[in-house]
């Protein structure tokens, strides 16, 4: 049989497969290449930048839970100049697109962000995180309120004509009408989930266990809901959908891609397997061969139900 | 690298405390002293994370199954603490496990004939061992451990083996003298020559001690930490600890993982 | 070292120790007489009862996913009728009180099975399902709209003097709101949470494995989630709550106690070990022991933070 | 009842098909024919769920080690088809398992003297070796086995030498008669004399056909049902199949678990 095809476009980015890896869990991908060829995916999508280096919550900042993780790393990052002067001249070197992960303290960073961005042709799109759930002020109103949402979207996207894919946050009462006002604003693609609200605690100490005492849970145990956001939305708007929580393996990706997306991000998984997006992208194509499936773009939303 | 490995022996040395040799490739013999290791210790997603122990020992043995004639391995000295560890302990000749190794930054040995001093707490003299390994080649050792209780003191006879002087400290004084391994040590240290380099690792307190010594003494001092990790490569951000020229306006973080977790003690904020 | 005093009281309705029997997850109590003391417990709570007998959805209703699992039951029920003449009777010979979960497809519904209960001396208490995420019709509605949840309560309350308890769903975006909305029409006390919406997708099929395509996700995946929200709410009332989500044994019980619940429900433990709620009551009577505590009211909401 | 268990053996007795036996309190061998196990494979949360699987033997065997000199053990046959089931068969002589059994209504045997039916399709053969080793006691016994191929074809030494009498059918003809069970049963039974008593398992489809074929033949039936099951005891309301009164109005659903999974085939809808 030929080689199944295996590329997919989002916004406008070309990618060699559905196979990304998500914000935050990819370094900036450099970290990443003595274990695994960065050419195998699909995209790359850095480590949320803000406008500003920031220092992050004080630690413990991660703990195990059952199927997941927790994490509260308060967006611990260079800041956008530094990601710009440091980390990439590394990954313009690398022949796979790379989406910066935005994220504003305010309306207004949000706007700066992007423009700072637009003119270098080394970054193939942006990613508004308006979801990020640990940083007290602002994130957490931009990611559940429609009318905060869709203003940041607007104005990225009005100084910015880079592609636009903008995050959603799972802690709302209907995903539906945050993916619509985003869409409507301006958003070329959606990508969801990011994590769920969560808290750990140390029963022997009596404290919570991070600093930070909430933080986001990601990995398997997320799935499910992930899952769902991604099948309901996908019924309701006619962008792409990128899905991601809890994929581990080529099985749950496909699920995804049958429930409406388009592509995949891999989170908690590149921790546990530093070259699983590469696995994960050569499984699919070998299912696809064992099915005799020629395109993947044939099981998007394709779904029986 | 990320490898399968496959269990060699499992033995509990003291109360709690398991020593396991592991299968490892050939180019794990490279691992410098200090390194280690991320365990997925079952192919199930509980527990979910990799758990990193420091590398104790590797060598290699000879075997007719292998194409070199021998089989490299690794060892870990670890404690029960948790569901991990404990799951560790059930282990048996033959089970798997998904390793990658080696990790992180090493000791730096320093110069030849200088005499260095080893201070381990508890389970912290796991990566001493093969430190001490290491310089008794070249320098003259001396190692003071320290734990709880006799149960906590662990490996005295390999350490002595290697020609490594050895002291030790328990707080209840069920073995060697009463008290924090950090006074006993600065007792012997009174009456000996001033060592030339120290090297630490074991609980915080204990760390910021040796710490405080060197300071005060003037020596280079290495420590090693821990941190609750998830990816061990520097890319999760949640293994951090502030470094010395850390304030809220200036973040400077840096990697147990990645950046350590062998530091320098002059390099880290002790607060 | 004397007994540590076990007892709580919510809402009136006194219990031996803090640990209830989750709605759905036991069923009428006596298929579990055979493993377990069912005086050794709190209390116990019915399946959701409707006023009319419901067969409840198709199958697949259940399926495993990572850490947790999913249930699309629809409420199969006997009838509030049939529970009070063919139920009731066996329950009214333990001595541990009863608690009725009662589920409306309308606002009626909700009023008349409160008064169809009013009367009967052997229900200890109501606990109010205004969560069910896996009807169509009304569930979803009452458990996500404060205005609608408020006519709920209210109504249950006007109908019946029994302890009034209110289950709130955690597919909200702001759980504290939904807690304020309930607890300010009347009632005495919440419970939290109910299952969170997820979906699983049988590759190889292309299709939803449950028959009702989505179902509530529960068991130790969401118990993050669910210790988040008993967190906030106990910040923002003051009526006791009751904490559900993947208890498993007695340190997952007591974080919730710290994190401010009075008592605790044990819902999908019950199908691993039919005895989980004894013996989970049993090792935090321990717990207190070797930890000196000599009552377990003392550590209710005593998280440190 | 809940209990520990130890694995006692547990061999590939065909390719992906496994047989385990593993130690019992005594009051086990009390169990029924049909009854069922539910075995929580591992401690961890993955898999979560315990996982079904009939009784295929029981029985004990003399031992110093126990109190009264015999031990209980339990066997099941079970298919590789998932993780859990995977789990299982990587499991060694001394691994441990939680169990609750005995569970759901077993077979009735039906009078003594009339000649009885077993139908059993791939894996479904598991739960008919028990009930066989009873019903030869005093009735003659027929089995027809089907499978997809020869390696799904199990057991059948084990009832020849309870003295059942075995035919075998293969879809594709490589071991036995080519063809679907029920219509190998069918030729058979046309050329003997009609059976008093039908007892099947096997997948759906098969069983359809059976409770069709004792309908037509007026021969009472029962027929073991499998379904997903999360509790195993009539409390999660995940196993229901629809009973022969079912109608959205009046909805008949009857728990696999504990109202089976033994079913008079008349008291199923079959739709
Ligand atoms: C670089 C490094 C080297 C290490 N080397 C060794 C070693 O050689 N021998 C050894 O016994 N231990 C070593 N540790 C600690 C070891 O990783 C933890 O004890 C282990 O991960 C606990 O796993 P668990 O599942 O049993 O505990 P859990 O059930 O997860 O937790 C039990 C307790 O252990 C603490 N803990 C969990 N993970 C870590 C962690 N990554 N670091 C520190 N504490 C943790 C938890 O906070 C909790 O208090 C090392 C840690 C690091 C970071
Ligand atoms: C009363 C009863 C008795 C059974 N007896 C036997 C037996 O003696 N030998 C044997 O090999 N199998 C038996 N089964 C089926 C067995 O329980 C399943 O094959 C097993 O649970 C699959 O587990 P898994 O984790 O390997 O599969 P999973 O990874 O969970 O799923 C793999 C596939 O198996 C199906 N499956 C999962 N659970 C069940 C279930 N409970 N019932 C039916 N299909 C399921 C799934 O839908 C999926 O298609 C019995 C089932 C029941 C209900
Ligand atoms: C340690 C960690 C850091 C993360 N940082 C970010 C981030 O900076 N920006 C962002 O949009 N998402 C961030 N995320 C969320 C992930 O991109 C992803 O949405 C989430 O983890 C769910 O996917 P998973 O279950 O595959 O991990 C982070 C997740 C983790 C675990
Ligand atoms: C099979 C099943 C059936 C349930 N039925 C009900 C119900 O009828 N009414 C209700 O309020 N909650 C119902 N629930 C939700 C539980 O009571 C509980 O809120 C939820 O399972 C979370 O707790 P757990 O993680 O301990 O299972 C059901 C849960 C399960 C798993
Ligand atoms: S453990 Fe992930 S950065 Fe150190
Ligand atoms: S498996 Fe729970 S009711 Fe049958």
């Known amino acids: 049989m030929t080689k199944p095809v295996m590329s997919v476009e989002i916004a406008g980015i070309k990618m ?9 869990t990819f370094g900036y991908g450099e ?10 995916i699909g995209a790359m999508i850095t480590k949320g930048l803000s406008l500003k280096p920031k220092a992050g919550n004080n630690t413990p900042r991660i703990v195990e839970t059952p199927g ?25 070197r690398v022949n796979t697109p790379v989406i910066v992960n935005l994220y504003g303290n305010s309306l207004e960073e949000y706007g700066e962000l992007a423009a700072r961005i637009d003119g270098l042709p080394e970054i193939a799109g942006v990613e508004v995180n308006i979801s990020y759930p640990n940083v007290k002020q602002g994130g957490i109103v931009f990611g559940t309120d429609p009318g905060a949402a869709s203003q940041v979207v607007s104005l990225v996207r009005s100084n910015t004509s880079k592609p636009l894919i903008v995050k959603l946050s799972p802690n709302v009462t209907d995903i539906v009408v945050m993916a619509k006002a985003c869409v409507d604003a301006g958003a070329e693609a959606l990508s969801l989930i990011n994590t769920l609200t969560g808290m750990a605690i140390d029963l022997q100490k009596r404290r919570p266990v991070l600093a930070n005492i909430t933080g986001g849970l990601s990995g398997p145990a997320i799935k499910p809901v992930a899952l769902r956001m991604v099948w309901q939305v996908a019924r309701a708007v006619k962008v792409p959908l990128i899905g991601i929580g809890g994929v581990m393996n080529a099985t749950d990706a496909l699920e995804f891609i049958l429930a409406g997306a388009t ?43 | 690298m990320q490898f399968q490995s496959q269990v060699l022996t499992n033995t509990e040395v003291s109360p709690g405390y398991y020593r396991m040799r592991m299968t490892a490739p050939p180019a794990l013999v490279e691992s ?8 997925k210790i079952s192919s199930a997603i509980d527990p979910l994370l990799r758990r990193p122990f420091g590398i104790y020992d590797m060598g290699s043995f000879a075997t007719p199954y292998s194409d070199s004639g021998r089989q490299t391995f690794i060892e870990i000295l670890y404690k029960v603490v948790g569901r991990g560890t404990g799951m560790l302990a059930d282990l048996h000749q033959g089970d798997h496990l998904d390793i990658i190794a080696p990790l992180g930054k090493g000791f730096d040995f320093g110069e030849a004939g200088e005499e260095k001093i080893l201070v381990g707490g508890g389970v912290g003299l796991a990566p001493l061992y093969l430190l001490a390994k290491e310089l008794v080649k070249s320098h003259k050792v001396r190692l003071f451990a320290g734990g709880r209780s006799k149960e906590d003191v662990l490996c005295i006879t390999e350490f002595e083996r290697l020609g490594v002087e050895t002291y030790v400290a328990t707080d209840d004084g069920t073995l060697g003298d009463r008290g924090l391994v950090t006074q006993v040590m600065m007792k012997h240290l009174a009456s000996g ?14 760390l910021r001690a040796v710490a405080g010594i060197a300071e005060e003494m003037r020596v280079p001092c290495q420590v090693s930490l821990e941190a609750y990790m998830a990816c061990g490569m520097g890319a999760c951000l949640g293994c951090v600890v502030k470094g010395v020229n850390h304030s809220a306006e200036t973040p400077d973080f840096r990697c147990v993982c990645k950046d350590g977790p062998v530091f320098e003690s002059t390099d880290l904020s002790w607060e």
């Open chain 1, 16 to 24: 060699r497969n559905p196979v990304m890896t998500a914000s935050g």
């Open chain 1, 31 to 40: 970290e990443f290449a003595g274990y695994m060829d960065l050419e195998s």
């Open chain 1, 68 to 92: 997941g993780m927790l994490n509260a790393i308060g967006l611990q990052n260079v800041g956008i100049d530094a990601f710009i002067a440091k980390k990439l001249p590394f990954l313009r």
């Open chain 1, 263 to 305: 592509a995949v991000q891999i989170g908690t998984a590149n921790f546990l397997t530093p070259a699983a997006s590469q696995q994960i992208a050569a499984e699919m194509e070998q299912w696809l061969v064992d099915n005799r499936v020629g395109d993947v773009k044939e099981l998007i939303g394709a779904l029986k139900s």
């Open chain 2, 32 to 39: 410098e002293a200090g390194q280690f290791v991320m365990v």
């Open chain 2, 193 to 206: 020559g001033a060592p030339k380099r120290l090297y630490a690792c074991g609980p915080f307190p204990m």
